[in-house]
């Protein structure tokens, strides 16, 4: 079965990091990129960054440069997301999604969600 | 950066009607544009990418149009699964950038 199937839950105080996982199946996990797309609650998508799995190549937003890493172990076919210095506006749901890359740059399969929350 | 912007922000059609559904880039994008359904509680779904081809499984009722700066995604004759909230999104070749309108909710009148 073609599927992403990501981490539990997460709670975090301010200032800490987080580490989201994703674990892909039933496809070739070095043929498609893998992204991260957040939603705060009760607001829109805001994409992260991608990470090729072939390679290990990265491109992160701007806003998230300084402090998101991505990284992939292709030995379990799983991406990863970390995300240090929390604040409570990084409280939000934390998507993985496949992107097939030409012509498609767009992501065709997601996974479940991860919710993150930052609190004292 | 490109800014991707929907309107309206909330459409309100009768079951069975046609929903029109637009989304502007502030700058050329191409056909690099994709439109994604959400419901609660749920991940977002691909509907179309390349601006108007169908993402695999997707009713014919959905269709995409547009180029450059102007798209549209139509529904054509609203089914009750088809209340959501949708998304556009568009892709930028360099520095690769994936930017997300800020959605269309779609309500039963």
């Known amino acids: 079965q073609v599927q992403l199937v990501q981490s539990g839950a997460e709670v975090r105080r301010p200032g800490a990091s987080v580490k989201v996982s994703c674990k892909a199946s039933g496809y070739t996990f070095s043929g498609y990129y893998i992204h991260w797309v957040r939603q705060a609650p009760g607001q829109g998508l805001e994409w992260m960054g991608r990470i090729n799995p072939n390679s290990g190549g990265t491109n992160y937003a701007q806003k998230f440069q300084d402090r998101v890493t991505m990284t992939r172990d292709t030995s379990i076919t799983t991406a990863y997301m970390d995300l240090s210095s929390l604040t409570s506006d990084d409280t939000a749901v934390y998507y993985c999604?496949?992107?097939?890359?030409?012509?498609?740059?767009?992501?065709?399969?997601w996974g479940q969600g991860t919710m993150v929350i930052v609190s004292s | 950066e490109i800014v991707m912007t929907q309107s309206p922000a909330t459409l309100s059609v009768s079951p069975g009607e046609r929903a029109t559904l637009s989304c502007r880039a502030s700058?050329?994008?191409?056909?690099?544009l994709a439109w994604y359904q959400q419901k609660p509680g749920q991940a977002p779904r691909l509907l179309i990418y390349?601006?108007?081809t169908r993402a695999t499984g997707i009713p014919a009722r959905f269709s995409g149009s547009g180029s450059g700066t102007e798209f549209t995604l139509t529904i054509s004759s609203l089914q009750s699964e088809d209340f959501a909230l949708y998304y556009c999104q568009q892709y930028n070749n360099w520095p690769p950038l994936y930017t997300f309108g800020q959605g269309t909710k779609l309500e039963i009148k």
């Open positions: 999604a496949r992107d097939p890359g030409s012509p498609f740059y767009a992501f065709d399969l």
């Open positions: 390349g601006a108007s």
């Open positions: 700058q050329s994008v191409s056909s690099n």
